[in-house]
């Protein structure tokens, strides 16, 4: 997984709450076994509308997704995250974010930044009134960065301290726990004899 | 102090806890299917993995399997690919397979419980969010992504958070005709999709004690809906009841050692949860959704909401916008909306009671003209013992369908979709847009509200059907 600190990239408004994962990619495009290739899934329901913010040329290059909130509730779907990031995105910023998306996203590399309701607002308003503008997310600081002088917007964001770790460092989290092998062979040798299993000798 | 139920089944499953960072838990169970896996043993390969326990996994083919002609090679040359890929993957791994075909094959929820793998005081994983149905059996229970299955797959671990505690206490009994579905609505209703998020929530007081295990399913099953961790209850006589014999419940001197154990699995007298809501289980009502959500829901007997009805602003657009795709007026009766299709399945309501309380409805009664019946059980195994019990034939008498077990209709990945515009009264538990076909408009109801919508072609409840007959 590659490190993120810091990120600066075009931001888009996606002015609608309750985004679940099913309007993120629609179950039919989940049918690959591959791991690449489901930006074409991305909100296809309303890629189809000329009018949906994605399809105006201004966000272009597009890689910081501003939500409105509980984003990515719903399925839990990595293919939702694996869409995002096939597409270019990097980050997401929302008030308030379903837990499965916000867990696989940082499993995946993707930024799931929480910041308060009026910061997505003034983002929204920022983005509308200059349309491809950059937004910066720094991940060491914390803080999500737009516009410059009198207007410039800038505000921290949430994310537990560990997810940030691992983003910061781009570790595989089966070879942190592999590390702990010990660790679970001895737990299992305490388990009790009734747990059910799936295969018999 | 005292522990809840939720905390007493994580400490149990702590393998490595360190402070600022998620606990390591260990998982008893990992349930797999064709759609959420196959990255995950692409990754195994890739990196040269095995999986760490086999004997605690299993898997079954469920999201994208037809429910007609089930015994002939799959159609749609993806949904096939998919079901390959588990077939290999299960082969080249050892994992223990049902196949579309097999006796004990299902949604794999439905199959979790029914061989009796799932048990109180566990935890069970599966890339599936509605694997919080297991919850009903006092496990802890979770969906999780690809990422993680391969996580499980290779460590039989998980890295979790330890989530916030919360009581859903539903106190008095249920009224005739109103089932658990009507009250897991009810509750989204009023907490919204987010209203559980970050808690392990247990359900519990007299309405759910009363409550089948089935009906808990039901419950748990849709925690997630209203965006919690899982959904539990603590396992009682009714649990063991229903585990005892079961083919992989435990036997002899373990069932006792089990039992002493699940006994010991119940919120302490004096434990503090995080959260309470207490809900007055006699207020509950037939329920429907309306909107896009499963928490824009109303009584059967109310009206379509006008987005004026709503103060918060997000909420005001946001019923505006599932009004339009709904192609619904605000102040129709919900019970003069038409319904074109009848969906009873899913892991929400596709098992034995739910096929029984719907063939009991409909029996006597034929299907409306203009409106289908799909009737699909959840299991392989649920279909056969409904045909030993001719529930089939009264479903055919009536004019529905009958077909073979899957996910079908709750979600668009079979053949069994809504086309657009297609408007459906649907046991299942998503009302998104587009998630029973591209267009498609869902209405959320209960196994009772189906079957009496089959009959009349509106939203009905059973107690319609009388005056349709006087």
Not at chain 1, 21 to 30: G, N
Not at chain 2, 252 to 258: R, S
Not at chain 2, 271 to 293: C, H, R, S
Request: with cysteine.
């Amino acid at each position: 997984m590659d490190k993120f600190t810091t990120h600066t990239g075009v931001g888009v408004p996606l002015r609608r709450s309750n985004v679940d994962t099913d309007q993120i990619i629609p179950a039919v495009y989940l049918k690959r076994v591959t791991r690449t290739g489901f930006e074409d899934g991305l909100f296809a329901a309303w890629r189809n509308d000329p009018s949906f913010v994605l399809n105006n040329e201004a966000y272009a290059g597009a890689s910081v997704l501003v939500a409105g909130p509980d984003f990515g509730t719903g399925s839990s779907r990595e293919h939702a995250v694996w869409a995002l990031m096939d597409y270019g995105f990097r980050v997401v910023i929302s008030s308030r974010f379903g837990d499965i998306f916000r867990g696989n996203s940082g499993k995946a590399g993707l930024l799931a930044a929480k910041v308060d309701e009026k910061v997505v607002q003034k983002l929204w308003d920022y983005l509308d009134d200059n349309p491809g503008a950059s937004i910066t997310v720094d991940l060491e600081s914390r803080t999500v960065r737009a516009g410059e002088g009198v207007d410039a917007i800038e505000d921290s964001f949430d994310i537990d301290d560990y997810t940030r770790w691992r983003l910061l460092e781009g570790l595989d989290d089966i070879g942190i726990t592999l590390s702990h092998a010990d660790d679970i062979a001895a737990y299992e040798a305490t388990r009790p004899s009734f747990k059910p299993v799936t295969q018999h000798a | 102090m005292g522990r809840t139920l939720s905390e007493k089944v994580w400490d149990e499953h702590v393998v490595r806890s360190t402070a600022g960072e998620p606990d390591l838990l260990y998982i008893d169970l990992h349930l797999i299917h064709e759609v959420t896996s196959p990255q995950a043993f692409d990754g195994l390969r890739l990196s040269n993995r095995k999986v760490r326990r086999p004997d605690l996994t299993i898997a079954t083919e469920d999201h994208n399997v037809p429910t007609l002609d089930w015994d002939k090679p799959i159609a749609d040359p993806v949904s096939r690919t998919q079901v390959e890929t588990l077939r290999k993957n299960a082969e080249e791994f050892g994992v223990r397979l049902h196949p579309l075909g097999d006796a004990e094959q299902g949604i794999v929820h439905v199959v979790g419980p029914q061989l009796g793998l799932t048990q109180p005081g566990m935890t069970i994983v599966c890339g599936d969010s509605h694997t919080s149905t297991h919850g009903a059996f006092g496990a802890i229970a979770f969906g999780i992504g690809t990422s993680e299955v391969e996580h499980v797959l290779a460590t039989q671990t998980l890295m979790q958070d330890k989530p916030k505690t919360m009581a859903v206490t539903v106190n008095g009994t249920l009224p005739e005709g109103v089932s658990a579905k009507d009250l897991i609505l009810t509750l989204i209703s009023k907490t919204g999709t987010g209203g559980g998020q970050g808690y392990i929530v247990e359900y519990r007081g007299e309405a759910i004690r009363e409550l089948s295990m089935e009906a808990r399913m039901t419950i748990c099953n849709m925690s997630i809906e209203w965006g919690a961790k899982a959904g539990m209850i603590a396992p009682d006589e009714t649990t063991f009841a229903y585990i005892k014999d079961k083919p992989e419940a435990p036997k002899g001197a373990e069932w006792d050692q089990a039992v002493a154990h699940w006994k010991s699995l119940v919120t302490d007298e004096d434990a503090v949860f995080d959260k309470e809501i207490v809900l007055d289980a006699a207020e509950v009502t037939p329920f429907v959704t309306w909107g896009t959500n499963p928490g824009q829901g109303v009584p059967l007997g109310a009206a379509v909401p006008s987005p004026d009805d709503f103060e918060d602003a997000d909420e005001r657009i946001a019923a505006e916008k599932a009004l339009a795709y709904m192609g619904l007026e605000a102040g129709t009766p919900m019970r003069e909306v038409h319904i074109d299709t009848v969906f009873l399945g899913s892991c929400t309501n596709g098992r034995m009671e739910d096929l029984r309380t719907a063939a009991d409805i409909i029996q006597g009664h034929h299907v409306a003209e203009g409106t289908r019946f799909l009737v699909v059980p959840g299991s392989a195994k649920v279909r056969l013992q409904a045909e030993e019990e001719g529930l089939h034939k009264i479903f055919l008498d009536a004019g529905a369908e009958w077909r073979g077990a899957g996910c079908s209709m709750c979600l668009g990945m079979n053949p069994d979709t809504l086309a657009p515009g297609e408007r459906s009264a649907s046991t299942s538990n998503r009302n998104f847009e587009g998630r029973q076909g591209k267009g498609g408009r869902t209405h959320l109801v209960s196994p009772e509200v189906a079957a009496a919508t089959a009959v009349r072609g509106t939203l009905s409840s059973p107690a319609d059907l009388t005056l349709v007959e006087a």
